[in-house]
């Protein structure tokens, strides 16, 4: 209660250990085309391999995605991922095909009768994939390839039992037809054991065991379809007190009808790229901006990851040229100068000077890369080893893993060029591997904001402190909230420079700032003076020789 009108004690808790959270700054996002996986829906992806069980091998034209996004996972542990939306079609066991996107998109989805099972997401992938069931007739499951991998003969389910039905279980197996997943053909991918073709039957722990569902929760392969009994004659979807068929035993659909478009346009990656606008709901920091296409269209998907990146203002867009203005070209250089200087002016995006040539273990080739997926790495990885206002380039924090060599390799006159128009060189040295030897960011103006470091510190002070200020928010504009603001935010800031992130700082919340017409207005104002340690761009060594006989005080003058 507010006051007490009778003599007693009354409790309460004031909560003033309140602390500047930390917030990431190491999540990668990237949108492209691939084999597999579902499109226009974000994934996290820890590991490589975890890219390829949710997205598929590269092939020759995925490769331009899966490629930089294998790159960033060398360093960092968190990618988002986006399947752009082309016009792929899912394999179908009636051959037709027909495009199924994600899950959202199924269930919205009107599937012919013809159509038993459906390939999970688009692409020829599908087309490997067969489905083989064999339900309650002992005859052919004795025949049934695939009968060792179960324990015994289905039959009737203790819940159909209980209600009066019979023959309702199922064994179905999904195989890799051609070898297409695996390598080997006719390896099996999944078996579902005793599931049950009544289309209200549970599980002995409860849990729903109707073939429909448990394919279309479990399977990391096909979609259940439709139910026809002119074409499916021994498949049921009734109700468990039937006594189903099982007559014709063992069966396998072969899929076919799903096609590859892995060419997205640049409206189509725009799209893409769009799920990871809001900053609100969606944490990323590093996006990886892939492969520019060739021409204008390199330009403006460039451009677009710019403005996604000064749209979102927490995370930095890491771009590429386009790889045939590095790759076996004399005038390497002035291409990409030309290209770059086309580009917006932004602190929030890096640009990287060439494509890498790395090695395809999937397919066992060399290929042309962007160099964008690694570079966002070194970002992640100096998160790792030491805070994200460290510089990513040099020696140290900047050597790129897995290169064969590069496509361009600059000379000190190149490399001059290159970074007077925004683009980091990065540079093979003999001995000391493949660097990135900057560290600008596209802002074309001088300013403490045409660095990486400074950028990617401003925004990790930035998110934190914002994530914090929140729970000021409805309270009282008076003296007890400043200072318990300033509390909050000081602590937090001497820390970073104790981390060597800033130089110094200060923190304005008081009257001066907070004046009768703010508070009157329902504002709050706190001013933070921020001097942001710089990286070291030149180094200038000066030798002196001296006579034998002089002092060193007298020419220093100490």
Sequence with gaps: MAFQVSPGVQVKEIDLTNVVPAVSTSIGAI??????????????IGSE??????????????????MPAAQFLQYGNSLRVVRAETDNLNATNDGTGIKITNESDYEATSIASTIFTVAKYPGTLGNALALSFCTANSTAFAAWTYRNLFDSVPGTSNFAAKRGGQDDEMHIVVVDEDGSWTG????????????????????DDGTNNFYAEVLNNQSAYVWFGNHDNATFPEM???????????????TTLTMSGGTDDNAPTVGELTTAYDLFGDAETLDVNLIIAGEAPAGADGVTHANNMIA???????????????????????????????????????????????ALYMYDKYNDVYRWVSASGAVAGLCANTDNVADAWFSPAGLNRGQLLGVTKVAFNPKKADRDDLYKARVNPIVSFPGEGTVLFGDKTALAKPS?????????????????VSTASKFQL???????????????????????????????????????????QVIDTNQFVADIYIKPARSINFITLNFVATRTGVEFSEIVGQ
């Excluded at 949108?31 to 996290?44: D, N, S």
């Excluded at 391999?49 to 899966?66: C, I, M, R, S």
């Excluded at 979807?237 to 063992?250: E, K, M, P, R, V």
Aim: aromatic share 12%; charged share 20%; net charge negative.
């Design 31 to 44: 949108a492209g085309a691939f084999q597999w996986g579902p499109v226009g829906e974000i994934r996290t």
């Design 49 to 66: 391999k975890e890219l390829v069980q949710v997205y598929g091998k590269p092939d020759a034209n995925t490769y331009k995605y899966f």
């Design 184 to 203: 080997e053909a006719g390896t099996v991918l999944e078996t579902f054991a005793f599931v049950s073709q009544a289309s209200d039957a549970l599980g």
């Design 236 to 250: 049921g979807s009734a109700a468990a007190n039937t006594s189903f068929t099982t007559s014709n035993g063992a």
């Design 308 to 354: 996604l990146a000064e749209g979102r203002k927490d995370c930095v867009v890491f771009v590429s040229p386009r790889i045939a203005d590095t790759v076996n070209n004399s005038t390497a250089a002035a291409d990409v100068i030309t290209w770059a200087d086309q580009l917006t002016s932004s602190s929030y995006a890096v640009i990287d000077s060439t």
């Design 448 to 464: 403490a904001f045409d660095r990486i470091n400074v950028r990617r510190l401003f925004i990790t002070l930035e998110k934190a």
């Design 474 to 516: 409805f309270e009282f504009n008076d003296e007890f909230t400043r200072a318990q603001f300033r509390n909050l935010v000081e602590p937090f800031l001497r820390d970073v420079k104790g981390r060597r992130g800033i130089t110094d700082f200060l923190v304005v919340c008081d009257e001066t700032n907070n004046t009768g």
